[in-house]
């Protein structure tokens, strides 16, 4: 007698210890067989395979597609949020100055530039002559059309030996108080005031102390005990003071 596979449908001598077909154990897949004369469609249906790897992929290519879709939303909330604290309550607790004075002094450099424009100071130490530039002169025609070429306009280069006036030192004064001074200077021989600084600092006391760098005018316009609102950003630094 015969036996059939339930996983390919195949008959298969009753001797065989499995499936002539796929070679599933006749334990395993046996399926008995309908009574004689009634249609063989009584055969059971094999059981449905397994999803495949494929459709399960896609799924997690899209959940992974979702979260790093939140975690960018996220991130860009904390950032906004983390560099913009709003809201913090701050006291004015002090003031700083800081005010600089640059002294300056010759010292004799060399330089080099065309003959033409030389300092009227200037030593003079060496002279070449260079290509200063070209021009386009035509030298024939070709086919009833002019030919061009660049010639080599020559000039004087010239190295020369200049005093030029250089930062030597900085004079600085500064006060933790609101009455700011320049600082004292005593100039050398030969020496000048060159260019002045000043700085102003604000000292704020919130949750922790901030200083804030603002404009002299506001600077003095404020006073100690002075109650206002500070936008902080997450490292610490007032962006922001109303």
């Not at 024939?140 to 020369?160: F, I, L, N, S």
């Not at 030192?169 to 001074?181: F, I, N």
Request: with cysteine; glycine share 8%; net charge positive.
């Amino acid at each position: 007698m015969e036996w059939t596979c339930r996983f390919c449908g195949t008959r298969t001598a009753a001797e065989r210890a499995s499936c002539r077909s796929c070679g599933a154990a006749r334990d395993a897949a046996a399926v008995a067989l309908p009574p004689a004369g009634e249609a063989a469609a009584a055969v059971e249906a094999a059981p449905s395979p397994p999803a495949g790897p494929k459709a399960s992929g896609k799924r997690r290519v899209a959940l992974l597609a979702a979260i790093a879709v939140i975690a960018a939303a996220l991130g860009a909330a904390t950032s906004y949020f983390g560099n913009r604290r709003g809201g913090e309550t701050v006291t004015v607790a002090g003031f700083e100055w800081e005010r600089t004075v640059e002294v300056e002094d010759k010292d004799t450099v060399r330089e080099e530039t065309w003959a033409d424009e030389v300092p009227e100071e200037a030593h003079l130490v060496a002279r070449r002559r260079q290509v200063h530039h070209t021009e386009r002169e035509q030298v024939g025609t070709r086919k009833g059309q002019p030919v061009y070429r660049e010639r080599p306009v020559y000039a004087d280069r010239v190295a020369y030996d200049i005093d030029r006036w250089r930062v030597v030192r900085t004079a600085k004064a500064t006060g933790r108080d609101q009455s700011p001074r320049w600082p004292d200077i005593r100039l050398n021989l030969g020496e000048r005031e060159g260019k002045r600084g000043e700085t102003y600092v604000v000292v704020l006391q919130g949750q922790r102390t901030y200083r804030m760098r603002v404009p002299r005018e506001q600077w003095q316009g404020m006073h100690e005990g002075q109650i206002g609102t500070a936008v902080v950003d997450a490292a610490g630094a007032v962006r922001e003071l109303r």
